[in-house]
């Protein structure tokens, strides 16, 4: 199994900045990418962002392009999502996930793509 431990979150004003991390441990041997989902009350699991860990290639959802940049490091099997230019409508759960099983055809942007799940972090910006 693996596992995910995610840290970062918090309360910061609008304009500002909030450094997720989220490092997978366990049989980590496996992994094939590693991403970023948001989530508000009520809502749908959002795609935010991922790193195909293979091809060594990060995607962006369009609404947080330019603003976030997700970076790897191989050695720690961790992730960051840095988060800059923070607005009121990024305020959500965040959650990272880890595919821990080989897929086809696929591009990592679905929650249903990814196998682990870390506990969730908040993030809170105020207008």
């Known amino acids: 199994q693996v596992q995910l431990v995610e840290s970062g979150g918090g309360l910061v004003q609008a304009g500002g900045s909030l450094r997720l991390s989220c490092a997978a441990s366990?049989?980590?041997?496996?992994?094939?990418?590693m991403g970023w989902f948001r989530q508000a009350p009520g809502k749908e699991r959002e795609f935010v962002s991922t790193i195909n860990w293979i091809r060594r290639t990060t995607y962006y959802a369009d609404s947080v392009k330019g603003r976030f940049t997700s970076s790897r490091d191989n050695a720690k099997n961790t992730v960051y999502l840095q988060m800059n230019s923070l607005k009121a409508e990024d305020t959500d759960v965040y959650y990272c996930?880890?595919?821990?099983?080989?897929?086809?055809?696929?591009?990592?942007?679905?929650?249903?793509?990814?196998?682990?799940w870390g506990q969730g972090t908040q993030v809170t910006v105020s207008s």
């Open positions: 996930a880890a595919a821990g099983s080989p897929r086809t055809a696929v591009a990592y942007t679905s929650p249903d793509e990814y196998d682990y």
């Open positions: 366990g049989r980590t041997f496996s992994l094939y990418a």
